[in-house]
């Protein structure tokens, strides 16, 4: 019986075509790809790559420039509601001075997000800047959002711790926040 053999080069080159038609393929397929399809793989994939870093700090700079870079991502409330975790993460660990400055610099990109000022006014509460804290506490209340209660209970708190125990003038405060928030 006699056995079909190719020259060593024929078959190399046989392998090569089919390699190359199967990469054509794979190209061609990525480029009929749709672009919001390709951008939401994309933003899905530096989500998950920030989401990665050990650090809560550097992930949460991986995580706030991919929302900086990509406003109308569909991956955007994901990343935001991490940014968030973060921030209470770091909260419950007492750091409250890279809390403040995560929670000001998210309140400077996403300035209707109440809960973030939450996180911004309790920090400053724990740095011993009372009136920030208020402010802070105070828009965070009058937003509708998941943390406006516990704000208004810890602001009527703070509030009270300094001015003697009294309440008077806290609408004053609330009001003011109000029209900064409608701005």
Known sequence: MKMFRLPFGRLLVL???ALGAGLADARAQEEEEPAET???RQDYERLQKAMSVSDPVKRADALYAMMKDRPDSKVFDYAQGNYLLILESLSKAEKY???ATLAQRFINLRPRVGETYYFYGAALKNL???PESIEALAKCA???NSASRKARDFLEFVYRSQNKGS???LDRVL???QTEMNK
Do not use: E, P, W
């Open 167 to 169: 309440l008077v003038g």
């Open 175 to 177: 009001k003011k926040a």
């Open 38 to 40: 390709r951008q939401y």
């Open 15 to 17: 392998i090569m075509l």
């Open 142 to 144: 009058v937003t509708k």
């Open 128 to 130: 011993q800047r009372y």
């Open 97 to 99: 001075a890279q809390v």
